[in-house]
């Protein structure tokens, strides 16, 4: 369960309350990044450019959050991109076949839910490894999209649901909306609910969280479906902007979530991470990647300044391990 820690007054708190050093440190790198390239460009600190980074780092964000559940609990999620590919060209064809917008969005959701499903049961239920269920799954779900479509794209997604995905709520694109409410639901979950407490513990101590009662295989299988879930949510902001879903949608996504979240703090060993963190290492990513695009920095330099980012966040995680 969730550690206590009892203040000068004598009143308990959780533990993920805290003042935690780790996600400071990640803030403070989040500046040093902004004042750099605010400096090299005067484009970069300019509000247009700056919810662009937000808005093009929503659909990172989105599936960013639903694998920090996941590595907190001890577990990865390698099908997060094949499952929103599955779930876009689905929810697409619904919406081209003219089922009513909302309809098609609470299926395209369901499917993504059901991916979780899927792997989060065999996980779980089954004693699977995490790597090799959500590994097989990336094939799995791609194959499948693959198999549906013929490999061809599906056209004529409805300028309804279009206009709802590129609108604005007082002059915030709508992704970066979706965005904020899902990550004030998800630390509400995680600061305010059994659920929360059930997830650290698994991923702090398996063994004894099952023996302290905590309902391990259904908190396994749920962490999942939210991932999915995600995932899926993620898809249909990316076919409302582009007008079409392909089956080929999501590549590499599960690297991108894992480095943000691993960024902000998130321990792949599990129990440990927090949806702060994760937000603020997607947001790292994405002016890391506007800025070096503003200066004319060639992709392959791009990656590399990725790597070595991830890298000095591992070794920063070590060093305030335990602080």
């Known amino acids: 369960m ?14 993920m309350l805290k003042f935690n050093l780790r996600d400071a440190g990640t803030l403070i790198g989040l500046l040093i990044i902004v004042v750099t390239f605010s400096f090299l ?94 590994l097989g799954g990336l094939s799995l779900f791609r194959a ?63 063994e004894a969280a099952r023996v302290a009662g905590v309902p391990v295989k259904r908190t396994k299988v749920t962490v999942y479906i939210f991932s999915g879930l995600l995932a899926s949510l993620a898809s249909l902001i990316l076919i409302g902007r582009l007008g079409a879903a392909e089956p080929t949608i999501g590549n590499l996504w599960e690297l991108d979530a894992i480095a943000a979240a691993a960024i902000g703090g998130a321990s792949l060993m599990g129990g440990k991470g927090s949806i702060f963190g994760t937000l603020i290492g997607v947001i790292i990513l994405g002016a890391l990647r506007n800025g070096l695009t503003l200066l004319n920095i060639q992709a392959f330099y791009q990656l590399l300044a990725t790597g070595l980012i991830i890298i000095i966040a591992m070794l920063i995680d070590r060093a305030t391990r335990g602080k």
């Not at 094949?82 to 929810?91: R, W």
């Not at 309804?160 to 990550?183: C, D, K, Q, W, Y």
């Open 41 to 134: 460009s005067p484009v970069f600190f300019t509000l247009p450019n700056l919810l662009n980074i937000l808005q093009q780092s929503s659909i990172n964000a989105l599936i960013a959050l639903g694998m920090t559940l996941v590595i907190i609990s001890g577990g990865i999620d390698l099908s997060v991109g094949p499952s929103a590919a599955l779930s876009a060209v689905l929810g697409a064809t619904l919406m081209v076949s003219g089922v009513p917008v909302p309809l098609a969005i609470l299926a395209t959701l369901g499917v993504g839910a059901l991916c979780g499903l899927f792997s989060g049961t065999l996980i779980a239920y089954a004693g699977l490894q995490p790597f090799i269920v959500t």
């Open 144 to 206: 499948i999209a693959l198999i549906y479509t013929g490999g061809n794209p599906i056209f004529g997604i409805p300028p309804s649901f279009r206009s709802l995905v590129n609108s604005t709520l007082f002059g915030v694109p709508m992704p970066i909306v979706v965005v904020a409410v899902i990550a004030l639901l998800l630390w509400t979950v995680m600061n305010k609910t059994p659920l929360g407490e059930y997830i650290l513990a698994i991923g702090g101590n398996e």
């Open 2 to 15: 969730m550690t206590q820690t009892t203040t000068p007054a004598g009143v308990r708190m959780p533990a």
